[in-house]
């Protein structure tokens, strides 16, 4: 397992040590305003959680990372661009993983982004069926996380996500299980 997230953090690093401009894209600059709008919070949000294009994300890698009953896992999700108070916006997906089990999901997502960099954490509810996979309590459960993703010029994500399933207690029983993905995100146009 340590080899296998060696190997993860290896690709992710030498991807970003590539030769890529990490300025902002719209040369955005407080110091181009006046003193008095300097510390604006719309503006900071404008400018940092603000409107991006829709992504349409595939990620592989483990499920269940850190327990005995760990498998290859995979997830497709759409991540709407458009977002509530320009900071929240909605997003589904599927996972599964080798071991039959499959996770479909709804939730809400932000991205908070520095230059070429973005972070975007979620939450979201679905449905999960086990499969032959990891008895996870019951059907219904949560599924939130972190992404940590390089912007390439075109618009495209690459990255590195941690995300963790459980029923927060509904379930009688609660195990819960984590997931290490490599993504990639493709922009869409809308």
Known sequence: MKAFLKAII???LLFFSLNYPLQAKDNY???????????????YLDHYVSN?????????????????????AGTIEFRYGKK?????GPLIGIMGNTD????????????????????TPFF????????????LGGIFNFREGITFAYERDNGDRIGI???????????KQNPGENELLVTYDIALPF
């Open 52 to 72: 991006n294009p829709s992504y349409l994300g595939f990620g592989v890698g483990s499920f269940d990372t850190d327990h005995s009953e760990m498998s290859a």
């Open 29 to 43: 600059s407080y110091a181009d305003k006046p003193s008095e709008d300097n510390n604006d919070v719309s503006d």
């Open 100 to 119: 039959g089990g499959f996770f479909g999901y709804g939730g809400i997502y932000g991205d908070i982004r520095f230059w070429n960099f973005a972070i």
């Open 124 to 135: 979201s509810v679905g449905g999960y069926d086990q499969g032959g996979s990891k008895n």
């Open 10 to 12: 290896g690709v992710i």
């Open 161 to 171: 996500r941690y995300n963790h399933i459980s029923s927060a207690g509904i379930n």
């Open 84 to 88: 509530l108070f320009n900071a929240i």
